[in-house]
């Protein structure tokens, strides 16, 4: 039978002699005559003995919140003064194997995408280190131009378009060890363009990584 009222502590109804009200903490709910029933109320004599245990009406309301450990002891994450950081420091992020490919497209995209702009606006992307005919110009523009178009489709499917990578991977180290090393061996910096040589370089330090921690199948 219901007992509406006010609700003292280790009280016994007089209407029902064996219905006996645990004590609740929270003056919010002893107060509140307008509490539609005694079952809407929470009954675990953990959370009606501590008051130091959430008072959210949400959590309250949901039986499976009570449940967590962390949120009973912890209510803070759950609170409305939750700060951005706290959210964040909540998220799991996790890299895939499309993750890790799609950072090298999206690296070869930004890089030749400036090279490209370098090109048809007239200015010499080897920064006056060396210029060779149109021919092998045109010869290194479409391979850059194959490459770029591939790691657009590489965005939409990573793992079939994954030797891109090692392809780019295995030519630039070539240009490094055969032209680049010699080159800074012996001094003559001012025939290395830095641009090309810095961006083949990281390019082919990271790339392998990316490779690695995809663990995609290649060739």
Do not use: H
């Amino acid at each position: 039978m219901f007992c509406r009222g006010l609700i003292l502590a280790n009280v016994t109804c007089q209407i029902q002699p064996s219905c006996r009200i645990q004590p609740m903490s929270d003056p919010t709910l002893l107060l509140n005559p307008d509490l539609p029933s005694d079952s809407a109320l929470p009954t675990d004599p953990v959370l009606l003995s501590d008051p130091a245990l959430p008072t959210d009406p949400v959590l309250l309301s949901d039986p499976a919140l009570l449940t967590d450990p962390a949120l009973l002891t912890d209510p803070t994450p759950l609170s409305a003064s939750a700060n951005l950081l706290d959210f964040i420091g909540c998220l799991n992020f996790k890299m895939t194997t499309s993750s890790y490919l799609k950072l090298g497209y999206y690296n070869n995209l930004l890089v030749l995408g400036y090279v490209f702009i370098q090109y048809f606006t007239g200015n010499d992307i080897s920064q006056d280190s060396f210029r060779g005919s149109v021919g092998w110009r045109s010869i290194t523009l479409s391979l850059w131009s194959a490459i770029f178009i591939g790691s657009i489709l590489g965005i939409s499917s990573p793992s079939k378009w994954a030797n891109l990578l090692l392809i780019q991977i295995i030519y630039k180290v070539i240009w490094l060890s055969s032209y680049v090393i010699p080159l800074a061996w012996d001094g003559r910096w001012d025939l290395i363009p830095p641009g090309i040589a810095i961006s083949f370089t990281y390019i082919s330090l990271w790339y392998p990584y990316l490779l690695l921690k995809s663990g995609v199948e290649l060739i």
